[in-house]
């Protein structure tokens, strides 16, 4: 079993930037792969970043390249997410998702775990 608790969401301007944080409590933090996704009201949950469990290779949703980072820092147990240049279209509630074994997944049904999730409005 692991716990997420997302944290960092908050009202931004637009080209503004945020840091979200995600910390993870429970089974070995280091064994997962992690992921950011996003939802949008009257939107499905997208894929915005995630890495593998190794660190060794990260991916970002091509709306978000560019502009987001996705780091993790094991000794914490925690995930961040840069966003920068930030714009209205990312505004959305903000998810960390722990995937266990396997690769980083789009889909946000191959995941175990979920946070409760931190919402970031982008004002235009």
């Known amino acids: 079993q692991v716990q997420l608790v997302e944290s960092g969401g908050g009202l931004v301007q637009a080209g503004g930037s945020l840091r979200l944080s995600c910390a993870a409590s429970?089974?070995?933090?280091?064994?997962?792969?992690m992921g950011w996704f996003r939802q949008a009201p009257g939107k499905e949950r997208e894929f915005v970043a995630g890495?593998?469990?190794?660190?060794?290779?990260?991916y970002y949703a091509d709306s978000v390249k560019g502009r987001f980072t996705i780091s993790r820092d094991n000794a914490k147990n925690t995930v961040y997410l840069q966003m920068n240049s930030l714009k209205p279209e990312d505004t959305g509630v903000y998810y960390c998702?722990?995937?266990?074994?396997?690769?980083?997944?789009?889909?946000?049904?191959?995941?175990?775990?979920w946070g409760q999730g931190t919402q970031v409005t982008v004002s235009s």
């Open positions: 429970g089974r070995t933090f280091s064994s997962y792969n």
């Open positions: 890495f593998t469990w190794t660190g060794a290779s990260t």
């Open positions: 998702a722990a995937r266990l074994g396997g690769r980083v997944e789009a889909r946000p049904a191959d995941y175990d775990y």
